[in-house]
């Protein structure tokens, strides 16, 4: 096993080496196995995996490195993010595909601006247990493949013990990492880029005639299948900055991420995002305002002719809400156990703002659909709950083939997801009591979501007070 870094290659503008901090004691607290197996990671030494996941030892061909990007953020342009406390050690091989290793909360870098590098334990247990709830969900997500405890203190409100986590994803490009380098003018190092995401993750457009404009494209194609995911389990991202977009269309910074519990599309938890622009039911429409933002950075590389790159570029980015919506109608469909579109998008519409008024909460109520289909006969709660809308989905039910509804149902809608109450109730089991054991538990219940286990049970129950009061923090 041997790291490379063809990304830091690729231009020495897009990164600085960077060295992680010295810590004072690195404890393996979580370890991957899966994940390690799956980067060929598993034949590093138990007993030094703390070491190189803290970045006290470097892994065989590793040069860390801290990565320049920009972002807008909440909207406003900010043109000098980058990595402020990650190091990118490299990128494995593997025969699923190419991966990158990088450590967060590992000290500062040249773009820690006046940050301190660090990141305290509960949000990188968060990040590995959300990441990991998200992966089994069938979400595409970054993972976790370690977190090791420092045995620094890290000050925030107050003193908080220290931790490293190490991320894993197909690469770290972001919308936020084109911004960077359009704003400079540097439209070579913005092709170089754009080259590089179509040799990693779509290289099916290699001889493609209208490369740029079909890598916009192809981007927009995986954000549209990453929200609708998103929608269909009931995410809320909490931070969609365009510094927290990745081209490859993952799942990336869990920091204020939260779920959904009662349905209501204005449902956002995180305690800086007061208008609730990244709110749960705004963010299709703020991908598509993401997308924008990549556009204007790839407009040179679409066409040489300005206004024609623009009519391109404004044609695809205008037709995101049709084919977001479609997809969103067919996935809703599989959500109610129809592989093809029985309900349009107004009875969909219709019913989803019954849930609303009914305060009903996302998650249980497809459990109940679910259980209900095999049932000979109508259910009181839920004739009471959704009215005719219930009456309608039985009879399409009906009339379909009960089993394939029933399949379809248990492979689309979850049993348990990472529930806010549950989630803080185990972090703070390990960060207050020390006790990782109903984190573990959690965890192996978060990675069967579609089959219940031993203690599934125990984490399905919706919030009481449903969640109200619940707020998260960035700061992973
Ligand atoms: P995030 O909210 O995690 O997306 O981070 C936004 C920006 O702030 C990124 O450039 C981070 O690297 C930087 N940042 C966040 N927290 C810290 C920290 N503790 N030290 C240095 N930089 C940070
Ligand atoms: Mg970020």
Redesign the pocket.
């Known amino acids: 096993m041997k790291l490379t870094n063809h990304y830091a290659k690729l231009d020495p503008h897009l990164c600085q080496s960077a060295d992680p901090f010295m810590v004072s004691d690195p404890k393996l607290l979580l370890w991957n196995d899966a994940l390690a197996k799956q980067l060929n990671l598993q034949s590093l030494e138990p007993d030094q995996r703390a070491d190189y996941f803290s970045g006290q030892l470097n892994l065989p061909g590793s040069k860390p490195v801290a990565c320049a990007y920009a972002g807008h953020q909440f909207g406003h342009f900010n043109p000098q ?6 190091h990118l050690l490299g990128e494995v091989h593997t025969d699923s595909g190419t991966f990158e290793l990088q450590l967060k909360g590992s000290g500062q870098t040249p ?3 006046n ?4 990141c305290a334990l509960a949000p990188a247990l968060r990040e590995y247990l959300m990441s990991e709830a998200m992966y089994h969900l069938g979400v595409p997500t970054s993972r976790c493949l370690a977190v090791v405890s420092t045995g620094d203190e890290v000050m925030r409100e107050k003193p908080l013990p220290g931790a490293i986590v190490t991320r894993v994803a197909a690469s770290h490009i972001r919308v936020g990492t084109f911004e960077y380098f359009a704003a400079r003018g540097q439209m070579d190092v913005v092709k170089n880029l754009a080259d590089f995401v179509i040799e990693r993750h779509y290289p099916e457009l290699r001889k493609s005639e209208d490369i740029y404009l079909d890598l916009l494209q192809a981007v927009i194609q995986k954000q549209i299948n990453l929200i609708n995911h998103w929608l269909r389990v009931g995410f809320i991202h909490g ?1 969609m ?1 365009t ?2 977009t990745l081209l490859s269309g993952e799942t990336i ?1 869990f ?1 204020p991420c939260a779920m959904l519990g009662v349905y209501h599309p204005a449902t956002v938890y995180s305690s800086i995002d007061r208008r609730g622009r990244y709110a749960f039911g705004q963010q299709a429409q703020i991908m598509q305002w993401n997308m924008a933002r990549l556009a204007e950075c790839l407009l040179p590389l679409i066409n040489s002719d300005e206004k024609k790159a623009l009519q391109q570029a404004e044609s695809l980015i205008k037709a995101i809400p049709e084919q977001q919506s479609k997809e969103f109608v067919a996935m809703m469909n599989r959500k109610l156990g129809f592989d093809s579109a029985v309900f349009n998008q107004s009875w969909i519409n219709d019913f989803l703002k019954r849930l609303q008024t009914k305060q009903l909460d996302y998650t249980a109520l497809f459990i109940a659909l679910t259980e209900d289909v095999t049932k000979p006969t109508e259910d009181d709660e839920l004739k009471n709950q959704l009215g005719d809308l219930y009456r309608q989905w039985r009879q399409q039910v009906g009339k379909a083939d009960l089993p394939s509804v029933e399949k379809t149902m248990r492979q689309h809608n979850p049993l348990v997801i990472p529930r806010n109450h549950a989630v803080e109730k185990v972090l703070s089991a390990a960060v207050e009591d020390n006790d990782l054991n109903p984190f573990k538990t959690f965890l192996q219940v978060l990675q069967s979501p579609y089959q219940a286990i031993e203690h599934t049970e125990r984490f399905q129950q919706p919030a009481p007070e449903y969640d109200a009061g619940y707020q998260t923090f ?3």
Do not use: I, K, P, W
């Not at 993010?81 to 990650?86: E, K, N, T």
């Not at 940050?115 to 660090?118: F, N, Q």
């Open positions: 993010l980058g990595d402020g406390r990650a773009y820690s601006r940050g301190d590098g660090l931070v900055n510094d927290n910074d920091g960035c700061g992973t």
